[in-house]
């Protein structure tokens, strides 16, 4: 066997591990065999298992929607210009003829008495008072206004009797009629005493000079600082044939204030009666 001839050696000396390899040898493939590139593949028939429909071409970014009030329709904006014309014509023709058409567009007069569902007497003065609840059983004398302007009061030696505000309506005609009394004396309870256990539905009689009886029902009992009293409340109201009863109540102050408060019952005629 022929000895292998050693390579020049050119440099630094290559390791024995790096000598001792055999170059790479190619192995040919078998007869038969087809080598190079392969073909592409065949497009399957059909539709691709993962192919969609082509939907054309996509819409733009719709528009964003109106923001703020919709555009009034034009047949409301010409109703409300009509209007304001015909209300301008009658302000014009008002001025030029003195005549009030703006009571044309008013309801009624605010003290105009309703419709009369309801019992509704003739002026009558009223004599007698009774409150069953609170076993009250009173005679009625007239009164006027004080000195300072306001209602006044039996005098302490009559106490025991109501006192009628001759310069309101009389008991059973429209309006609130007002019948005022003492709570107590120095002496001891007066007529009104028992005023601030009344009970809304509790009835009143007042008994009138032509032999008439206003039957009234609690409506509610209150009380109010004298300083500030609903006045238009307790005696401007003629939607109907009320009554007020009135007397003082809460801290006593003394002076010529005595009480603080003023006790108030509300009540409505509900019906009449032959005495």
């Known amino acids: 066997m022929a000895r292998r001839p050693t390579p020049p050696v050119t440099g630094s000396r290559m390791p024995e591990s790096v000598l ?3 170059p790479a040898q190619i192995v040919a493939p078998p007869p038969g065999v087809i080598t190079g590139p392969l073909p592409p593949p065949q497009a399957p ?3 691709h298992p993962f192919r969609t429909v082509d939907p054309g071409p996509r819409p733009k970014t719709p528009p964003r929607p109106m923001r703020g009030r919709k555009p009034w329709p034009i ?3 010409a109703l409300a210009l009509l209007f304001l014309g015909l209300f301008v014509v009658a302000m014009g023709i008002g001025a030029a003829t003195t005549i009030d058409l703006g009571g044309l567009f008013n309801g009624p007069e ?8 309801f019992p509704v007497l003739e002026p009558s003065r009223p004599e ?7 076993n009250v059983q009173a005679p009625i004398l007239e009164v006027g206004l004080a000195s300072d302007g306001s209602v006044g009061v039996p005098p302490l030696k009559r106490h025991n009797e109501a006192g009628w ?3 309101g309506p009389t008991p059973g005609q429209f309006g609130p009629a007002l019948i005022v009394g003492h709570a107590d004396t120095r002496t001891g309870p007066s007529v009104f005493k028992q005023l601030p256990k009344l009970k809304p539905g509790q009835r009143i009689e007042v008994t009138r000079a032509d032999n008439s009886v206003a039957v009234f029902e609690v409506n509610s009992v209150e009380h109010f600082d004298k300083g500030k009293l609903p006045v238009q409340r307790v005696y401007s109201d003629y939607t109907r044939p009320s009554l007020r009863l009135m007397t003082c109540g809460g801290r006593w102050v003394g002076g010529s204030t005595g009480y603080s408060d003023n006790i108030i019952v509300f009540a409505s005629l509900v019906s009449t009666r032959r005495a």
Do not use: E, T
């Not at 605010?110 to 569902?117: G, L, V």
């Open 20 to 22: 001792r390899k055999r």
């Open 110 to 117: 605010k003290n105009q008495p309703p419709p009369r569902a």
């Open 165 to 167: 505000f001759d310069g």
């Open 75 to 77: 047949g409301f904006i």
């Open 45 to 47: 028939q059909g539709r």
């Open 128 to 134: 007698r008072l009774s409150i069953p609840a609170i």
